[in-house]
């Protein structure tokens, strides 16, 4: 009699049948129904035009992975067969993946490229412009790198003045990316005036850590201008896109950078002896048009003018000598005539004036009150004047006066006679 086997015994013969089997498997097919789980393991479906099983690949196998699995992709996998004992399906338990008939690195190169240049990584209009004598610049790569060496020789030979600050990195390795993107953000802090991120000539797996995403978020993230000089010309990287400006090498990215001290000092020479030439003109043009405004201004100016009128001042004050001599002559002759006219004048006035102010003196002596002297009788006065009582009111002061004194007083009445 057959002996009875419960599911999960045959299950689990079945399953050590299969992985005994088939302990190493290649299957190429077509991905479908691909599940990125919160886990970080990775489900799907490898198919062909018959065909379907299902793959299971775990998040350390998954983390390996250089390109993205998508939906639809020709992929060749390598894993085991396995069976999943709690519903009896046998699937792949994938180790590692790559892309048919291309390379697993140059597929994860072309996806992250295309997905960082749909987020405007590369945008021409957000590129950052490079200052045309930088004074500071940060260098992100190895310092026993022969890059480093290649760089400090070409900037002490094309512009001794600029300093350089090398942040020591790894440029290649697992570790190399995360280091890379530090240096960076540290960069950022330094307020240089640019930053190169490079390293030398290699293979695409000793240049990768300049393929990764977070290399390229923190150059996208940067505020100080970025140069990519990684490899040789002809060695494209994600940086060098993401970047302001790409070096072709090392020591092309300190010669765009930095101006050349032997042109710069031709330069100056140079626009010396254009200005020299220049001002010596500008001289020659002025100095003509000065000649030709000095002529004009001497013809019309004021100095024309007021020699013109000195001279008319000069011959209008001669002529005015001369009638003034012939004046002074004429009244000259004049003036003893008029001389004893004068004298006769002023003692016939003084004589006519000295007999009105006896007049007056005896007038005066006649009415003073001295003179008059009879018993109850007072002269009038106001003021120091002579007036008559008529012209009193009541509240009025006046003087009253003899010879002998003079009382002060005041209207209080007036009685009519």
Same mark, same amino acid.
């Given at each position: ?19 005994t ?24 479906t490898?198919?062909? &035009?018959?065909?379907?099983?299902k ?38 338990n994938?180790?590692?993946?790559e ?5 697993a690195?140059s ?10 240049e ?38 002490s030979?094309r512009?001794?003045?600029?300093k350089l600050?090398?942040?020591d ?10 280091e890379i993107?530090?240096?960076?953000r540290?960069?950022d802090?330094? &307020?240089?005036?640019a930053v ?11 240049l990768?850590?300049? &393929?990764e995403?977070?290399?390229a ?11 990519s ?20 090498t ?10 050349d001290?032997?042109?710069?000092t ?10 020299f ?16 405004m ?5 013809r ?12 008319r001042v ?8 001369i ?32 007999s ?29 004047k ?15 006066m ?9 209207v ?6």
């Open positions: 009699m057959a002996t009875t086997l419960s599911v999960s015994a045959l299950n689990e013969q079945i399953k050590g049948l299969l992985e089997s088939f302990e190493f498997v290649s299957v190429e097919g077509e991905l479908s129904r691909i599940t990125h789980h919160g886990s970080g393991h990775i489900y799907f490898l198919k062909d &035009n018959d065909s379907a099983i793959c299971v690949m775990f998040k350390g196998n998954a983390s390996r992975l250089k390109f993205r699995l998508e939906e639809g992709a020709h992929i060749i996998l390598h894993g085991a067969l396995s069976l999943y004992k709690p519903r009896g399906e046998y699937q792949i994938v180790f590692s993946a892309p048919y008939g291309a390379g690195l597929v994860a190169f072309e996806q992250l490229k295309q997905k960082l749909l987020k405007g990584y590369f945008d021409p209009t957000g590129k950052k412009s490079f200052p045309k004598f930088p004074q500071t610049i940060v260098l992100v790569t190895s310092a026993t790198g022969a890059a480093l060496q290649d760089m400090q020789r070409v900037a030979h512009w001794p003045l600029v600050i090398v942040l990195v790894l440029v290649q390795g697992e570790r190399a990316a995360g993107a530090d240096a960076l540290y960069a802090t330094l &307020n240089a005036d190169v991120v490079g390293r030398g000539g290699g293979s695409i797996e000793d990768w850590a300049f &393929n995403e977070i290399v978020d923190a150059i996208f993230a940067m505020n100080t201008p970025v140069m000089a990684v490899g040789h010309e002809i060695d494209w990287v994600i940086s060098d896109y993401v970047c302001d400006m790409r070096a072709p090392p020591s092309a990215a300190m010669q765009m950078l930095l101006p001290q032997n042109e710069f031709q330069s100056i020479d140079e626009l010396q002896m254009r200005a030439s220049l001002i010596q003109q500008q001289l020659g043009r002025k100095r003509e048009q000065l000649m030709s000095y002529e004009a201004f001497r019309n100016g004021i100095e024309y003018r007021l020699q013109s009128q000195k001279e000069n011959e209008l004050k001669k002529r005015f000598e009638q003034m001599m012939q004046r002074l002559q004429r009244f000259s002759n004049e003036i003893p005539a008029l001389k004893e006219a004068m004298e006769r004048e002023i003692a016939q006035r003084l004589r006519e004036k000295s009105l102010i006896a007049q007056m003196k005896n007038g005066f002596e006649s009415q003073h009150p001295k003179h008059k002297n009879k018993s109850g009788f007072a002269q009038i006065a106001r003021e120091g002579v007036i008559d009582l008529d012209v009193l009111n009541i509240g009025d002061t006046f003087e009253a003899n010879d002998k004194r003079v009382v002060r007083a005041e209080v009445e007036i009685a009519r006679l």
